[in-house]
């Protein structure tokens, strides 16, 4: 790994060896205390993974679920008692992991150019996370927090992909966890309502954020009567001109 520092940002490049060979990526960084800096920060100047050869690679990068643990589950649980339910993220998403190691963009573009690489990467990174999520209902998580915001109508995906690609992958999450008696809540911080009748047929338990105009498309009244005696619904907060622009 190399690091070169400039005013306001360093630039780290790193060069990873596998036994099916080498992989490498650049990465610039806002400097602590300066800002907030880029966005997003850390800022991807070069992707993991830049062709097909480089599939073969990633599994060697990715830690054993068996070392995952957490520590701190049974005392929050312990301490929330009756007045809530305890989620467990068991890592950042199949979707998180692809976006990272290939970019938003590139993996747009693979869809057309390239559609059997890019159902190949995220089944990769899907398996993977499956066994996260089974490793942590055998911790005893009763609740499991899913997220795949990088394959949201607001990222740019169209429906007609979702149904294709990720909406399977979601069902075979909310089986697993539903298989262990345990509950499922669906994150997307953006557009829903193309797909929201799909997201009900899904089976998940819980939806957030549910957002409103400007930044989401729902109107809460409308979610209800659509989904409402089938999905617990949370959230509807406008992020715009309450979260940001709103007084206390």
Request: hydrophobic fraction near 40%.
């Amino acid at each position: 790994m190399k690091a070169e520092r400039f005013p306001k940002y360093t630039i780290v490049k790193r060069e990873i060896e596998t036994p099916a060979g080498r992989l490498s990526d650049k990465i610039q960084w806002a400097q602590e205390g300066k800002g907030y800096g880029i966005s997003p920060n850390p800022h991807r100047l070069e992707y993991l993974i830049k062709d097909a050869e480089d599939v073969e690679k990633v599994p060697y990068l990715l830690p054993s679920p068996e070392g995952v643990k957490f520590p701190d589950y049974e005392r929050i649980v312990e301490a929330v008692g009756n007045r809530g339910l305890v989620e467990v993220r068991p890592h950042i998403g199949a979707d998180h992991l692809l976006v990272d190691s290939l970019g938003l963009v590139n993996a747009m573009v693979l869809y057309y150019r390239n559609r059997e690489l890019l159902v190949r990467l995220l089944n990769l990174f899907h398996a993977y996370y499956k066994k996260l999520i089974r490793r942590a209902l055998d911790l005893g998580a009763e609740v499991i927090f899913d997220s795949w915001y990088n394959f949201s109508l607001s990222a740019g995906w169209s429906p007609k992909i979702l149904r294709e690609l990720v909406f399977p992958l979601i069902k075979e999450d909310v089986d697993l966890v539903h298989s262990y008696g345990a509950l499922i809540h669906y994150y997307d911080d953006g557009r829903i309502m193309p797909v929201i009748r799909d997201l009900e047929n899904l089976g998940i338990d819980f939806l957030s954020t549910l957002c409103p105009p400007p930044m989401g498309d729902v109107d809460l009244a409308n979610v209800k009567e659509e989904i409402g005696d089938k999905v617990c619904l949370k959230g509807n907060i406008d992020l715009h001109y309450v979260i940001k622009m709103g007084t206390p």
